[in-house]
């Protein structure tokens, strides 16, 4: 389990080395990788049917509680089959869809490591590992939207997208902590036993706020749904899979995963159903006004995926069993008519459907597809999402405690923009006449249209046949969601019932929509006036804000000179000791408590003195330094006179190597120069004579404080007898504290880099002049 | 600089200092020392013969440049501290050989570890000053 979690990233690690060899012809063999997988996970079908689950364990680092933990049950079984299902289909139509292009050996590796990232977010237990493999697929599917690097919305358009799912994943990362601390494990399984616990604890609130923003952010839900549209500037197949079966289905995972743990109260309820029924009516009427196919199957999604969220805060065993349903059918229908679009553009060069037509002419298998899979997103009879949807109307109906009616409303009205959305993407390229400038276009190699075909025929299939995936997978899934049986199978037929007449109204609503309304760019223009109260629009001010302020923040604190920051530094430090010094208590200055100061320490003290004097008062940078270096090393006397052998021999050797460095600095400086006039001299003496007093008093004060000689009585007792060394100030260096030596000399290690690439890359280009 | 004293007090300091610096690496364990003071003292050794011979003369001396110790330090003090790993202990254990050796005394991880800091310290002193000093001329 942890080789199949793990292998496609493994396969994109080993694309950086090999990935050359396998651009060309051989760039389809790295298919075989997702089909394997799929092939694995399908095996485990037999064994999650009727509820039960599969655990694997792997420990990584127990002491912190992270472990590759697997659990595979009906909910993780079905993603896990989508991903690599899907996957495979994606990989084998990629192939021919982005033949020759430069970078195709770096979007397999992209995408390989994506699908891992899922297949960690599906099948992980363990919380903190969920986040790691969360955040892994919003930085690969950075990659993947951003691929086309060379176009610059395209770039802007993956930014955005990683700002927001990241920046939800940091919520998130917050929520699932809080959950691990108070329910005292981070396995989610274990976390049922304490739900109870969870739920009734004060902090419910926070963690229900930091999971959803995470959920939320994830799952392109109102408002902040816009980095979905945006993410259409990726290459077709990636939007085909990341919006149909995976990344944005990872927020739905989540919530789907944590229903039974955070699940059953109203604060769980309301928001998913507001929310999700505000994304469903918002994307879906915003569906309407699009004419590029993308950005018709986008808003959709959004839709959908609004409409999932609707059903797991609905929250019946009903909804919860449309829900997986509706997983697996949106999977479906939507990867088809992705692919479909993606033959489109690639053959006619363009997506906009005002200019599309007639092309069942000349695409005739591709035009199948995009029928079944409109017809399909519609919900006529016979069709999967037919069953999907009539749970959907169940579920609403049957709700208690809010109205049935608004939601049963809400539903019927974002199903039949839905519906109008799915024929205008799947029917109208293919419907009328074809214009004369595509006469001549042909059928591309056959990966391209038999995938989407075969997406399109499964879900017919499962649509007449639904006992076929009803009790391998849907019922389990839905009894994951919910943690407890299902009892009711999957029916085409329901008899007469408002359910009916309610899809009925649907379709037919529906269907006269897409025979009277006509696409055209004017609509496109008429809701872009309303643009500058979109979410995109605000949270774009909201960027430049924080742009504006972080630039006024740089320039008046990082002003670039060295005096300054040091003053500033100095006098923050001045503010803040002195600060607790006088509120801390009484300050005693009783001297008693010192050793009586002998002869040679007065010598010291008074070249001391006199050093600083000559320090501040030469007007020759060689003298100060130098003046400098003997303050030094009279304080190295002290240390000597106090019997710190160690510490002032590095002293002593730090001095002389800083004079050194001091004057080989000082030799490139321009002639020393006063520019300094009698108020800013005023003002440094303060600042230097106000520190000092801080330090001194502080220094005096320490003394008199009772010496705690715990920590120096462990060192002394435990140097010898642990770590065989007599020297403790050495015994600590390389031993007891031997991490933070290691951590010192790799500090050293970048400080020489950088200064030698700054001055050898300066050198160089002085050399070119 | 140009004064033939201390052209030919560099000579002979050099050794001498570099015999100091290693063996206040060695005796660090047990008495003042140790691999921070050692590479110091090495550098300034370099250091004193660079600013008596010119620094190309020097880094003719050394023959590698100085930044290769960094690597080679941090590499040892690593595998000093991964070690362990392998004998099953946690990161870090010391290890000891249990009988000491002549001149050396006990040999432990501990000691290579040291050494480890020895060589990166010497590295990032002279990479430093050595750039710097070819940045002024």
Redesign the interface.
């Known amino acids: 389990m942890l080789i199949a979690v793990l292998s496609g990233l493994i396969v994109s690690i080993l694309y950086v080395p090999f990935g050359k060899y396998l651009k060309g012809r051989l760039s389809i063999c790295v298919s075989l990788l997702p089909i394997t997988l799929f092939a694995y996970f399908a095996s485990f079908i037999p064994s999650i049917r009727g509820g039960n689950h599969v655990t694997f364990h792997y420990p990584w680092v127990p002491s912190l509680g992270v472990n590759f933990d697997f659990h595979l049950d009906g909910l993780s079984l079905l993603f896990s089959l989508l991903i690599t299902g899907i996957g495979s289909l994606v990989f084998l139509y990629a192939a021919p869809y982005l033949q020759g292009h430069r970078y195709l050996d770096r979007f397999y590796a992209y995408l390989s490591l994506f699908m891992a990232a899922m297949l960690g977010v599906v099948l992980a237990d363990n919380v903190l590992l969920l986040f790691i493999f969360w955040e892994l697929t919003s930085i690969s599917s950075f990659f993947l939207i951003g691929f086309n690097n060379d176009n610059a919305d395209s770039r802007k358009s993956s930014l955005i997208a990683l700002g927001i799912t990241a920046g939800g994943g940091f919520f998130l990362m917050a929520g699932l902590i809080l959950m691990g601390h108070l329910s005292g494990s981070y396995s989610i399984q274990e976390m049922l036993g304490t739900n109870e616990y969870l739920k009734s604890h004060a902090l419910y609130g926070w963690i229900l706020a930091l999971v959803f923003a995470g959920a939320f952010t994830k799952s392109a839900q109102f408002p902040f749904h816009f980095w979905l549209p945006g993410a259409m500037k990726a290459p077709t197949p990636v939007s085909a899979y990341l919006h149909s079966a995976t990344m944005v289905k990872a927020g739905i995972y989540l919530l789907a995963r944590l229903n039974p743990v955070l699940g059953g109260t109203d604060y769980w309820m309301y928001p998913l159903v507001i929310v999700g029924g505000l994304t469903m009516l918002y994307s879906a009427f915003h569906s309407l006004f699009r004419t590029d196919l993308k950005a018709i199957l986008a808003y959709s999604t959004i839709a959908a995926l609004g409409i999932l969220v609707f059903l797991i805060g609905i929250g019946t065993p009903e909804s919860l069993l449309a829900a997986s349903v509706f997983i697996l059918v949106h999977a479906l229908y939507k990867a088809s008519l992705f692919l479909t679009t993606g033959v489109i553009d690639h053959e006619t060069g363009t997506r906009d459907i005002t200019q599309l037509g007639g092309l069942r002419k000349v695409l005739w298998p591709l035009s199948i597809a995009g029928v079944v899979a409109a017809l399909s997103s519609a919900g006529v009879p016979l069709t999967f999402r037919f069953i999907g949807k009539d749970l959907i109307y169940e579920a609403t109906l049957h709700t208690q405690g809010i109205l049935p009616i608004v939601l049963t409303a809400v539903a019927v009205l974002t199903n039949i923009w839905v519906l109008y959305a799915g024929f205008l993407a799947g029917i109208k390229p293919f419907a009328g006449a074809l214009p004369e400038r595509y006469a001549h276009i042909h059928l591309p190699n056959p990966l391209m249209w038999l995938a989407p075909l075969l997406l399109a025929l499964l879900g017919l299939l499962f649509g007449c046949f639904p006992f076929l995936v009803d009790g391998a997978l849907l019922n389990p899934a839905a009894r994951a969601i919910l943690q407890a049986p299902i009892g009711t199978p999957l029916k085409i037929w329901h008899g007469f019932n408002p359910v009916l007449l309610l899809s009925g109204i649907t379709l037919a609503i529906g269907t006269l929509l897409y025979v009277i309304r006509k696409p055209s760019s004017h609509n496109l223009a008429f809701v872009e006036r309303f643009n500058t109260l979109s979410p995109r629009y605000i949270v774009g001010r909201i960027a430049r804000f924080a742009k504006v302020i972080s630039r006024r923040y740089t320039n008046t604190l990082h002003n670039g000179f060295l005096r300054v920051y040091l003053l500033r530094i100095i006098v923050f430090a001045v503010l803040l000791l002195g600060f607790r010094l006088f509120t801390g208590g009484a300050v005693s200055l009783t001297l008693n408590h010192l050793s009586p100061i002998s002869a040679y320490e007065i010598i010291v003290a008074a070249i001391l003195i006199g050093a600083i004097f000559l320090a501040v008062t030469t007007p020759s940078r060689l003298t100060a330094v130098v003046a400098t270096s003997v303050i030094g090393y009279c304080i190295c006397l002290q240390f000597v006179f106090y019997s710190a052998?160690?510490l002032a021999?590095?002293q002593f050797?730090?001095d002389?190597?800083t004079v050194?460095?001091f004057v080989?600095?000082l030799?490139?400086l321009p002639p020393f120069l006063n520019f300094a006039n009698r108020s800013t001299r005023l003002r440094d003496w303060t600042v230097a004579l106000a520190f000092g007093a801080v330090i001194s008093l502080i220094a005096i004060q320490v003394l008199n404080q009772p010496f705690d000689e715990a920590v120096s009585r462990f060192y002394g007792d435990n140097a010898y007898t642990?770590?065989?060394?007599?020297?403790v100030?050495?015994?600590i260096?390389?031993?007891f504290r031997?991490?933070d030596?290691?951590f010192e000399?790799?500090v050293?290690?970048i400080?020489?880099?950088g200064?030698?690439s700054l001055?050898?890359l300066?050198?160089k280009a002085s050399e070119k002049e | 600089m140009n004064s033939s004293i201390l052209k030919t007090a560099s000579n002979y300091l050099l050794p001498i200092l570099l015999l100091f610096s290693v063996f206040?690496l060695l005796r660090?364990?047990?008495?003042?020392?140790?691999?921070?003071?050692g590479g110091?003292?090495a550098?300034?050794a370099f250091?004193l013969h660079g600013?008596t011979h010119g620094t190309d003369a020097t880094l003719r001396l050394l023959r590698i440049h100085p930044?290769v110790l960094?690597?080679v330090?941090?590499g040892l003090?690593?595998l000093s501290?991964f070690a362990p790993v392998l004998t099953g202990h946690p990161v870090?254990t010391?290890l000891?050989i249990e009988e000491p050796l002549p001149v050396i005394g006990?040999i432990?991880s501990?000691l290579f570890?040291?050494l480890?800091?020895y060589l990166?310290?010497i590295?990032?002193?002279l990479?430093?000053?050595f750039?710097?000093?070819?940045?002024?001329e």
């Not at chain 1, 642990?722 to 020297?727: P, Q, V």
Request: charged letters at 10%; glycine letters at 14%.
């Open positions: 052998p160690d021999m590095t050797s730090i002389t190597l050194v460095l080989l600095v030799f490139r642990l770590a065989k060394g007599k020297n100030v050495n015994v260096l390389v031993d031997g991490f030596t290691m000399i790799v050293l290690s400080a020489a880099i200064v030698f001055l050898k300066r050198l | 206040l660090g364990h047990y008495h003042p020392g140790g691999g921070f003071v110091l003292i550098s300034i250091v600013f930044g960094i690597p330090g941090l003090a690593a501290m870090m010391g000891w006990l432990g501990a570890f040291d480890g800091v990166v310290v590295g990032v002193v990479t430093i000053l750039t710097i000093s070819q940045y002024s």
